[in-house]
């Protein structure tokens, strides 16, 4: 079957650094999104990987490895706004999103 | 703003009622996709569109009956629904529905079924 794990809640200080795991077992790979969802609002999109290394933007990156199935994504210079859920998603060979249930993240001052 | 609207915001009816979901993409794309959220639980994927075409029934109920007009709209229609069915439901658009496109969200309908 498919999988997408990923940590259900993480705490972290505003102004530190926070790393949230995603590991997948899915049919095939044609790419990995992170998403951040505020409560009641649309999730939205922060980054995509497909091939292994890192993608940064601005205060959040997100690195790949293909032959380990793992993800992360590293939020940096942590604010209050950031506390939200993460969500973890691996397109699959038929091009559908496989979804983890989520990391919510809660930002202390 | 996503470019991705959705009404109601918040709907709550009785297993009797019949009510019906609207979405809207003003992205330009040719792909839709109705979701289900339940808390603590994964996205579950729905229908998908792609040039008004239904490309994709994950196993739904019958009880939910989708509609897609034209590439910019789709609907989710509701009848006899059961309490278990209760959850945020989430619409998105990509390019296209056959490629790595990502995926943008509507803010989502909060359903409540008493």
């Known amino acids: 079957g498919q999988n997408i794990d990923q940590p259900t809640e993480m705490t972290a200080t505003e102004g530190a650094i926070v790393q949230i795991n995603c590991t997948y077992q899915t049919s095939g790979f044609n790419g990995l999104f992170w998403y951040q969802q505020h409560a009641g609002e649309a999730p939205t999109f922060l980054s995509y990987?497909?091939l292994d290394g890192l993608e940064e933007k601005g205060r959040f990156s997100s690195v790949l490895s293909r032959s380990k199935g793992y993800s992360y994504l590293l939020l940096k210079e942590l604010q209050m706004k950031d506390s939200a859920s993460y969500l973890c998603?691996?397109?699959?060979?038929?091009?559908?999103?496989?979804w983890g249930a989520g990391t919510k993240l809660i930002i202390k001052p | 703003e996503t470019g991705v609207t959705q009404t109601p915001r918040h709907l709550v009816m009785g297993m009797t009622n019949k009510k019906s979901l609207k979405c809207e993409q003003h992205l330009g794309h040719n792909a839709m996709y109705w979701y289900k959220q339940s808390a603590k639980k994964p996205l579950e994927l729905m229908f998908v569109?792609?040039?008004?075409?239904?490309?994709e029934n994950n196993s739904v109920p019958s009880r939910f009956s989708p509609e897609c007009p034209n590439s910019s709209h789709l609907f989710l229609h509701l009848h006899t629904l059961q309490p278990e069915d209760s959850a945020l439901y989430l619409c998105?658009?990509?390019?296209?529905?056959?490629?790595?496109?990502?995926?943008?969200f509507g803010p989502g309908t909060r359903l409540t079924v008493l």
């Open positions: 998603a691996v397109m699959d060979s038929n091009y559908q999103l496989i």
């Open positions: 998105a658009s990509s390019q296209d529905s056959g490629g790595a496109d990502t995926q943008y």
């Open positions: 569109y792609n040039f008004k075409e239904q490309t």
């Open positions: 990987n497909v």
